[in-house]
Nanobody, 116 residues
Framework: QVQLVESGGGLVQPGGSLRLSCAAS????????MTWYRRAPEKEREFVAH????????NYADSVKGRFTISRDNVKNTVYLEMNSLESEDTAVYYC?????????WGQGTQVTVSS
């Protein structure tokens, strides 16, 4: 069964850090571009970051550039999102996606809440 399972979300104070993980099962991520998205309350889903199959190329939304880092471990079949200097505007459900051409898998999301 193909699955993407996000974890690592939670409640954090402004300025704090979290590390999200997205573990894949039922398929190998090594040939998939991996992407993090988020959806804030009452807002559209937005792109956060993606990483190439080898991990050599990454791209970030302007709103997170310099604060978030995406990485992957193809042996562990997991992609990560290191989030630093968190702001209240980062509060959202974070989703990971794997895609290879027209094939696409989504995780169920993990809640990140930034609040004092």
């Amino acid at each position: 069964q193909v699955q993407l399972v996000e974890s690592g979300g939670g409640l954090v104070q402004p300025g704090g850090s979290l590390r999200l993980s997205c573990a894949a099962s039922g398929f190998g991520i090594s040939t998939y571009i991996m992407t993090w998205y988020r959806r804030a309350p009452e807002k559209e889903r937005e792109f956060v970051a993606h990483i190439s199959t080898t991990g050599r190329a990454t791209n970030y939304a302007d709103s997170v550039k310099g604060r978030f880092t995406i990485s992957r471990d193809n042996v562990k079949n997991t992609v990560y999102l290191e989030m630093n200097s968190l702001e209240s505007e980062d509060t959202a459900v974070y989703y990971c996606r794997a895609n290879q051409g027209s094939v696409m898998y989504w995780g169920q999301g993990t809640q990140v809440t930034v609040s004092s």
